[in-house]
Nanobody, 128 residues
């Protein structure tokens, strides 16, 4: 089971970026997928969690209204759409899952402890 985040880069404040999370070894459509981020010198921070089966998405307050998540079932991909980016969004972004046990985002998804598969992250830098 492997996850790989990609699509990061340098973007100006107010800009947009789409990150992708690809899976190997399992199908994403039956798993809850969460995005987290970590900035240098800071703790890991939850971004959002997408439940499987259309059972909703949970957002961290810091990204509510600016970030959304989506799935492409045909491509076995999950996306993080980031709009109105701010310098404080600068971080390495990770996707995470537990394909065996977690299909719906739990009430404490933001802790990250529900997920046992973590992909390599992708760097997002928001700067003018």
């Amino acid at each position: 089971v492997q996850l790989q985040a990609s699509g990061g880069g340098l973007v100006q404040p107010g800009g947009s970026l789409r990150l992708s999370c690809a899976a190997s070894g399992f199908t994403l459509d039956r798993s809850a997928i969460a995005w987290f981020r970590q900035a240098p010198g800071k703790k890991r921070e939850a971004v959002l969690c997408i439940s499987s089966g259309g059972r909703g998405t949970h957002y961290a307050d810091s990204v509510q209204g600016r970030f959304t998540g989506s799935r492409d079932y045909a491509k076995n991909m999950v996306y993080l759409h980031m709009n109105s980016l701010k310098p404080e969004d600068t971080a390495v972004y990770f996707c995470a899952a537990d394909p065996v046990s977690v299909r719906v985002c739990g009430s404490r998804w933001y802790l990250g402890t529900d997920f046992d598969s973590w992909g390599q992250g992708t760097q997002v830098t928001v700067s003018s």
